[in-house]
Nanobody
Framework: QVQLVESGGGLVQAGGSLRLSCAAS????????MGWFRQAPEKEREFVSAIPWSGGRTYYADSVKGRFTISRDNAKNTVYLQMNRLNPEDTAVYYCAAKYRVLTTIPEEYAYWGQGTQVTVSS
């Protein structure tokens, strides 16, 4: 089992920044690919970003590329999502998720999920 707890969400004005954190406990964190997903009201959950267990090449949705940065600190069992130049379309509940070893952008393939943190961007 892997337990995930997100933090760092909140209300921010358009153009502002937030940094989300996801603290993991349980099984060996460094063996898991980590992803960030988001879900806006009345929309399906969508991929935002992912980072492999080794911390190598990172992946981003086109809508956030160049504005968001994912990183991880395996010594702290934590993955981060730095979000810059936020806009109202980024408003959603953000979830982190863990998948053993192989990275994917498909939410159904992630076995462990956090409870989510709300991000609201005002115009």
């Amino acid at each position: 089992q892997v337990q995930l707890v997100e933090s760092g969400g909140g209300l921010v004005q358009a153009g502002g920044s937030l940094r989300l954190s996801c603290a993991a406990s349980g099984r060996t964190f460094s063996s898991y690919a980590m992803g960030w997903f988001r879900q806006a009201p009345e929309k399906e959950r969508e991929f935002v970003s992912a980072i492999p267990w080794s911390g190598g090449r990172t992946y981003y949705a086109d809508s956030v590329k160049g504005r968001f940065t994912i990183s991880r600190d395996n010594a702290k069992n934590t993955v981060y999502l730095q979000m810059n130049r936020l806009n109202p379309e980024d408003t959603a509940v953000y979830y982190c998720a863990a998948k053993y070893r192989v990275l994917t952008t498909i939410p159904e393939e992630y076995a462990y999920w956090g409870q989510g943190t709300q991000v609201t961007v005002s115009s």
